[in-house]
């Protein structure tokens, strides 16, 4: 690791994540620098000023950042529907671009990116899945490659995030994309990086199938939307993902990944407990949960933007691709087509779902 | 509870299941007496004769011994092909019938079976759901009961079996009538008696989905069954049942099952213990797993012969009757059609499925 | 194991652990039989004759009951203050003898039990240390044995008793010798199992160390008892063991002991669940605890009864004999003094506490 | 929290810890800034080079480093043997401090120390106990101020090191002052945080007891050490520590800590698991634990040193003072004592241990 050259970035959107974000280039990062933030809302610079260096710029319009020669690379963390023009714009910028997760909720959208940043093979364009940057899972990968697991098969995965009674959640869900597209998109990343072969062949899945219903926030039906939603994805090679979300848990965010092999069974996060400590007393013998998926993978998040400004000072391939991104959402997109009009959805040798 | 008055029982069939119930008949419960046993193998006699009280009776001919008058009520432990007809002849002969389950791997006879019991009101006709009788399944039932979980409105529950490397559980699979029938009928009975209120409607499914593959047992395709099969049923009235059914684990025997409901959720047998103690070596922070199911339901098994007892003497009403065993055997049934047939399977007006 | 014979019990006191004991023998001994109960309580026979089978006679007197013909063995469960007389009275009328912890909390009085118990070889005399008989720490006992735990050479355990606010446990406290004695036993006798070679010398113990404190029962000190103790016994053969016992608990009792060997540590009852449930609600995750010992240790009363069934029948050797009983007195006693005297307390060379 | 001004470190002594302080100074402190590192050895230039900003000074010479204009504090991590040297020309330099713990192993050198840093009234010197800056510790000290605990009565708590079979331990164990003060000295400073007030009075402890045994490194024994030490402090408020201090674990690093409480219990680390991944295989359910301490305290280190930065830029109170390591020293040196003497050591109303 050379320390003697620095990747600087802008962080594009400086809301609940991107803030983290920023912090995150700010202090944790030792090959990487904060040069800007950018984000329309006028307390930007306020909160900058409270919480980042005294050297970084604050921009209120991304193409002046985008303007910027001191910037080598930006962070997306804007609002997802801004995220596929952001990419390109930065692209066309010469940046190197790390893109919160979605691309789009749109499968088409996502397509047009991939194939402009296909344009551009000398940035790099990675999507934030942050799982694939946690410990834990990459624990779980690691014993997969060295054969610890036998042939890794079948994948139980449960997104369950912590019921919301403030209502923010279902104002925020109708541009989600829905449950499997906004929630169940990380298991699906993760059941690709654990199931398939590193260069799977074009057709990866034969089909999906979902359900769901509404227990604590009927309103969402009137987006065709759930809070308990179920899916099942049969790869081609004759591997099998079950994954659960939910937004209805009392305890506390709790993702919850089996991953059976033919010769063991490794579980993630079994107990999502928030620290080290257990409580003895009149409710039992318990641990507190995560509260949100923030805690969870805090360290995830620093991860993520280390070994990414390791990858473009380095030129190392991409841990996860564009590509990769619009796989888990072709999946993602014919899981929420299955739940709607309640059939299976097969996908074709082009490995594209048949959503008729 | 009065123990002037013991019910009398034979036990046809003393395999592996029956000698234990034997034995449990003998010595565990206070309000039953196990007069005879009944087996047409030769080894039979001397088992009985080292294991049972000298008062029992050894019969070969189930006919022989079920005309005793001495006899009030059996317990069916026979090979499954032979469950049906040994209800039938033993409800003929006036007594009352605990039988294992399932009644019949085909649907027909179980249905044929159910009709004759209803000739017989006066009779007792149970079928041996064990894990109702797990004190820790009861805790559950009583939260539900209690109102703790809210409405309860997905369960997910797995059956994973110790991988038996023998090759034994691959020729008595054949006659098992495939992984969704015989191992899933636990997880569906469950969640019949968990998600369903006590009076159901006569439409009770709305549909089932089922898929599957084979890892360890490539044999079992010639059969048409799994060695991993996933199931999902939707009940109607909108609640859901996830069941994965396995026969590949290397640590034990490991059911497991989440009851999601809308104030909390609740897991039985996180971790399938052997017993209460843990090791901390070489291996890291580890404990024992029960090796097959009999270890983690010994008790249940005890629990239920004395439950049914109760009935019996009490006139009490069956806790799991004839009819629950048909509605799970449909379940079953559907989802071995839909796993055979690639669709979902779906269910009429008449609580019918429509195995086309 | 022979079923033409069973060995006939009376059952000496019929209060709290005597009613569960006189159950087990009516009802979960295969080679045992209850043939009758004593107590000098008004509501024995009334209860009996609800819960025991009719053949079961009901004594009000102990020396009629002991002289009756038909009995072959005695299950002491009296008040404490009477288990050496009733030992003793037993033995005269040629019984064997399984009577519960402590022989008496007077160590010269166990001396003398021991003394006239050697006169009487032909008959079996057993303290009921009931977690000799629980299958967790017969499961240590065997790890031990097969050497998986290297040398084994500490154990720190603790007896926590669930806080009673009801006053009754403190009311009982006085006849109970103090809480090194009444509760810490228990922990001694397993650290003897453990520790000490089958065979041990005669001075077992180099020396004790103990102090405590009253945190919710102040009137204990009255007794010069205390509601949290804790001890250090440092046998001759440089193993040691560190004990805590307590009566404060809020979740449930919880005994956990941790045995540390040179390959491997293990831990008994890390977490002291009622049962295999978990439940995750806005209290976090959490299992719900034994309340008492008896849910901990229903199972082992069970297994103790029917091993020194075994004994008898078979003429084996005692898994726990008096002389044990009273190694673990002297200790036990020794701890209550180094408590009272702030000071350690150390054995001689005959294995006798030096009191002063 | 100001950005404005941030405080600029010199790291003392770049062996295995001091070369981790260097880089979470470098990279982990939004408010600090490391401006130097200082160490005698020659290859520190060249890893320094590889590893810290190049904006980094390196010093051989402490006397030169600590006469820079812009070093406002340093972090000691030099060997033990030089930490109050050290400390003194620190401060003598006019430099704020966080040093390592111990001060001393010898109690007179850091009780000159100590009175030596009073003559600095405007300078903050503050001891790295580092459990007191984990999250977890924090999560009970917080529980025990909210009153969750209510009275906080006794701790047990356990250092349990694993086994390090190169025998690099023993040969450093002679310079470590023996066990108690080199390992139980995090468990007492953990037990004088939860259970004494925040402002004790002169006279803390009561008396002290400790014994112990070498059951793997009987080498140690030539220095009057031991490879597992139980100890027992007497607080004067009439609380109680019971710690363990082992150097033998086979599956990692394990330190457990039990708090008692009136109300409730709670525990650190009761399965010191590396992650969040359990694996479940032939040798059962299993975790792999942290081998080291550093992997458990990682986190705890960052915050440590931030939470020293705000202290000083803030001048906020410090959050352990060297009079609680002169506090803790005391103890643990009570201890060393009573193992050698096997004699309880009683302490007098000036507060100093009677070591006689």
């Given amino acids: 690791m050379s320390l003697q050259r620095k990747l600087r970035y802008a962080v594009l959107g400086i809301g609940r994540m991107g803030s983290r974000h920023a912090q995150n280039l700010a202090f944790r ?17 306020e909160w900058a000023k409270q919480s980042l260096p005294s050297s970084t710029r604050v921009f209120t319009d991304s193409a002046e950042c985008l303007g910027q020669d001191n910037v080598d690379a930006v962070l997306i963390a804007s609002e997802t529907g801004l995220h596929a023009k952001l990419v390109i714009d930065s692209i066309k910028a010469e940046k190197h671009v790390l893109v919160e997760k979605p691309i789009s909720i749109d499968l088409e959208t996502s397509r047009k ?7 551009y093979p000398h940035l790099k364009v990675m999507v934030g899945f942050s799982r694939r940057f946690d410990e834990s899972y990459r624990e779980v990968k ?34 989600s994309g829905g449950i499997f597209i906004d929630c169940g998109i990380h298991d699906i990343d993760l059941a690709r990086w654990f199931l398939l072969p590193s260069n799977p062949s074009i057709k990866q899945v034969r089909r999906v199938f979902a359900l769901g219903h509404n227990v604590q926030h009927p309103e969402l039906s009137k987006d065709n939307d759930v809070d308990n939603g179920i899916g099942i994805v049969e790869f081609e090679n004759d591997t099998i993902l079950v994954v659960h979300c939910n937004r209805t848990m009392k305890h506390g965010h709790d993702c919850f990944t089996e991953v059976f092999g033919t010769e063991s069974k490794v579980i993630v996060n ?71 009009t309640s059939q299976p959805v097969y996908f074709d040798d082009a490995g594209e779902p048949l959503l008729v």
């Fill in 29 to 45: 990062t030792p090959r990487a620098e904060l040069v800007a933030v950018c984000d329309p809302r006028s307390t930007t610079l």
């Fill in 113 to 119: 990116v991939v194939e402009e940043t296909e344009k």
């Fill in 142 to 175: 690691k014993l997969i490659d060295q054969g610890k697991l036998g042939k890794p098969h079948l994948i139980k995965s449960a997104t369950n995030d912590q019921h919301d009674p403030s209502g923010f959640f279902v104002s925020y869900a109708a541009a």
């Fill in 270 to 340: 079994g107990n999502p407990q928030l620290n080290r400590v257990e409580i003895r007393d009149i409710h039992g013998v318990r641990t507190e949960s995560t509260p949100t998926y923030y805690e969870r993978f805090r360290e995830a998040f620093v991860n993520e933007v280390n070994e990414f400004t390791d990858v473009v000072l380095d030129d190392k391939p991409l841990p996860v691709s564009c590509a990769d991104a619009l796989e888990a959402a072709k999946i993602a997109t014919a899981l929420s087509h299955s739940f709607k």
